[in-house]
């Protein structure tokens, strides 16, 4: 949770992940309405600002050969802030890449390739290396460098982060009370450990 309060997009894209291996009955329904209520998009976009930068370090070049199925490291993060930057950074852009360039105005020919490469994706897990394709490399380096001039700090607001605060802790408590009472032989910590995790 405190991922979450933070701005870290993880948590909130793990549970919109279609992949499930064993999920509580209504759980992530729960979770994610929770999330809407207390993950700030602005943080978020600066989670994402950051996954770029740290990958633009690691390319050194937009114009470099790369390990083209790498390059989704950098092409998402960026899709996903015009996204955000399209909706005034109001809301989440969507988990999967190829929804949210179709909800995205990003230049044909640019976005042409990408689709290009996601369906490469599709039908093999080793992509080799290779230059980035040329529309795509202009409108990553665009966008890029848009985006680390002009994206807007979080406006601090200690009511709202306290208001979240306390969403996240009572609901931690909530399915810490209910997981013990569905499994009664698997007894949990006292309830105020739930609150301690976000302390």
């Known amino acids: 949770m405190l991922l979450a ?15 499930v291996y064993e999920e509580i009955a209504g759980f992530r329904a729960r979770l ?33 050969e790369v390990k083209l199925k790498k390059l989704f490291y950098l092409i998402r993060p960026l899709v996903a802030l015009d996204w955000m930057d399209q909706r005034g950074f109001a809301r989440l852009p969507p988990m999967n890449l190829g929804e949210c360039l179709d909800q995205t105005d990003v230049p044909a020919p640019a976005a042409e390739e990408i689709r290009s490469l996601i369906e ?13 394709p040329t529309a795509i490399a202009r409108y990553l380096e665009g966008r890029y460098g848009h985006h680390a001039m002009n994206l807007a700090a979080p406006v601090r607001d200690d009511a709202h982060q306290a208001r979240r605060h306390a969403l996240a802790t009572a609901f931690c408590r909530q399915e810490a009370d209910d997981f013990h009472e569905r499994r009664p032989s698997h007894p949990l910590p006292h309830r105020g450990a739930g609150a301690r995790l976000l302390d």
């Open 120 to 132: 490469r994706k599709s039908r093999t897990r080793e992509m080799g290396s290779g230059l980035i």
């Open 32 to 64: 994610l309405d929770l999330l809407a209520e207390i993950v700030d998009p602005v943080k978020v976009s600066h989670h994402y600002l950051g996954l770029a930068r740290s990958h633009v370090a690691k390319i050194g070049s937009f114009s470099g």
């Open 5 to 19: 309060l933070g701005g870290n997009a993880v948590i909130v894209e793990w549970a919109k992940s279609p992949i």
